[in-house]
Each structure stands twice: as structure tokens, then as C-alpha cells.
């Protein structure tokens, strides 16, 4: 794995596309390549088992000579690739990264990149995109865009799980099915991500376990009223130090990841049961009725009555 020494600025970024090299983005001899259309996803995703994470593309591209792909703009999901054989790299603004067998990366979403296989020894990857409030769970922010190693004991286990990813888009676009999929693909990166830290990792992530606590807390006291100040006395954590974890392991910060959770919990509850919204808002945490919808319809994109009347439908 390497890596360069300092940030580029854009233009720099840009001027080292390989713009001689034409983009070549599939269709090598025995590919796997899934897409969920689109229409599908933004449906799928008000089911709340789909709104923490939801695998939107996934494939096996075996000895991809010729591959490249080359994002100006950057992605709307955040890609995840896994190199089994061969060599190939990602180049992100603010570093290069060789990707050789037994490592894997993650581009974050948005971010402009390019990637491909090594034209001598081209790479064998296992990839897939996802998107999701969940996410930084997932993928701590300070791996995103990183080389990481695969543990030797997940590697045939992450491909197994990719198989059944391929094996469930194959059958159609289910619910359930891509339901099933979004569930491997947590543990495909659970196992990479967050069974697999350095002793340095941990060092810097000191008061990580605290937060992990914190969060098991607010998933069991989402009905009560949960202050930053309130965070700080359970966790024995400064202020500071508690937003920057929540930041690094969430994506958001503490009180954003409260209301996330509670927009999250609502969701079940408009979608498994008859029970009026005001009285939801109210197990939920929400005291006002009209700021919880303000707030769901922030995280959700459409207010909670409008979600309940597409989840009838």
C-alpha cells in the first residue's frame, strides 16, 4: 500500500487524470455487475432497515485490463473496492493509494477520484457502492479513502458475502431482496472496517469505547429528553472531545446523531403501526409535533404523513 505525502490543489488533481488513457468502466470477459435502478432505490430507502445503509451497485470485474474510472464531480454513494489478484490504484485530492491483493478502500462520497487496474498486472476487484446515515459507523472517517488490509480470515468469508449480494440483486428488486443484500454488505464492511484497527487506530481513537456506550444509550432513550451536557456527565468526556468521536465514528455531531436516530425510530413507527403522528413525535423524544415534522422531513426529505401515505401505497 502507498500513499503520497500532501493534499493536491484541484487543478493539480485534474492535470494528473490519465487523459490519454481512455475510460474503460466494464464489460471484462466473466464480469458480475448489478445496478438497483434508481427509481427503485428512492422508494426503497423510507424502509427504515434501509435508511442506515443500502448497497445501491455491486460487482466482480476478474482481470480487469484496461480498467479505469474517473470521477470529476465525485459519486453520490460511497465505493467500496477489494483487490483479490493483480494490482491497480484510487487517486483521490489529498493522496494515491496502490491497491495490491488482501487490501480494500473505500472513496467517500463526493469526493472527485479516479481508479483503475495496472495495465502490466491487472487487478481482480470485488466492489460494490453504498449509501446511508450509517455509513461512518461503518467506515470511520479517518480509514475513508485509505488502504486497508483484509484480515487473512475474512477474505474468503467477505467473498462469500459478496456472492450472496449477486445472488440476491439476480432475483429481481424485491424489497426483501435488497433488504438481505444491504445486510451483507454492513457485514462486509463491519468485518474490514471495525473488526480490523491498528494499536494506533486505537490509541488516537481514545474515549471511542465511551461513545460506543453513549450511543447504545441513546438507542434506549430516545423518548427522553438527551442534552450534550447529559453526554458529557454519563461519559465523563469534555464537550469537545465528545463531538469530535461522534464526527469521526457517526458522521454526525452528538445531538444530529440523537435526532437521526429518533427520525429513524419514527420511521418503524409510522410504518408498523395506526398510532396518531403527534403521539409518535412523542415516543420518539419530540415534545412538539410541528418541530418533529420540521425534523423529519430535514432528514427524510418528505414530512411524516407523506412518508406514511408512500409506505400505504
Known amino acids: 500500500m502507498r500513499m503520497d505525502s500532501g493534499a493536491k490543489t484541484w487543478i493539480e488533481f485534474v492535470s494528473m487524470f490519465n487523459i ?42 476478474p ?24 494490482t491497480g490504484f484510487v487517486s483521490l485530492p489529498d493522496r494515491d493509494v496502490e491497491l495490491v491483493p488482501g487490501c480494500a478502500v473505500t472513496v467517500p462520497s463526493g469526493a472527485p477520484h479516479e481508479y483503475g487496474a495496472d495495465r502490466d498486472n491487472p487487478w481482480t476487484i470485488y466492489w460494490m457502492h453504498v449509501v446511508g446515515d450509517f455509513v461512518p459507523v461503518y467506515i470511520p472517517h479517518l480509514q475513508s479513502g485509505r488502504a486497508v488490509e483484509v484480515p487473512p480470515e475474512c477474505d474468503d468469508f467477505v467473498i462469500l458475502l459478496f456472492q450472496r449480494i449477486f445472488s440476491l440483486l439476480s432475483r429481481g428488486t424485491a424489497e426483501s431482496y435488497l433488504t438481505t443484500a444491504s445486510a451483507a454488505a454492513e457485514l462486509i464492511l463491519s468485518s474490514i472496517y471495525l473488526g ?89 423524544g419530540f415534545e412538539d409535533q410541528f418541530y418533529f415534522s420540521r425534523v423529519f422531513r430535514k432528514v427524510t426529505g ?6 406514511r401515505k408512500s409506505r400505504s401505497n
Open 196 to 284: 480490523n484497527r491498528s494499536s494506533s487506530d486505537r490509541t488516537h481513537a481514545a474515549g471511542s469505547h465511551e461513545v460506543e456506550d453513549l450511543i447504545a444509550y441513546i438507542q434506549d432513550h430516545l423518548e427522553e429528553r438527551i442534552t450534550l451536557e447529559h453526554l458529557c456527565s454519563r461519559s465523563h468526556l469534555s464537550v469537545s472531545r465528545i463531538s469530535q468521536l461522534f464526527r469521526e465514528m457517526t458522521g454526525h455531531a452528538p445531538i444530529e446523531f440523537v435526532q437521526h436516530q429518533r427520525v429513524q425510530r419514527a420511521c418503524y413507527y409510522l410504518d408498523a403501526t395506526t398510532e396518531p403522528i403527534g403521539y409518535i413525535a412523542e415516543q420518539v
Open 20 to 61: 490519454d488513457r481512455p475510460e474503460r468502466r466494464d464489460g471484462f470477459p466473466q464480469e458480475t455487475l448489478y445496478v438497483v435502478p434508481r427509481k427503485l432505490l428512492h422508494r426503497a430507502r423510507a424502509n427504515p432497515a434501509l435508511h442506515g445503509l443500502t448497497v445501491t451497485d455491486a460487482g466482480m470485474f
Open 63 to 86: 482481470n480487469a485490463r484496461f480498467h479505469l474510472r474517473r470521477r470529476e464531480s465525485g459519486c453520490d454513494e460511497h465505493i467500496f473496492i477489494m483487490c483479490t489478484e493483480g
Open 302 to 307: 418528505m414530512p411524516p404523513r407523506e412518508y
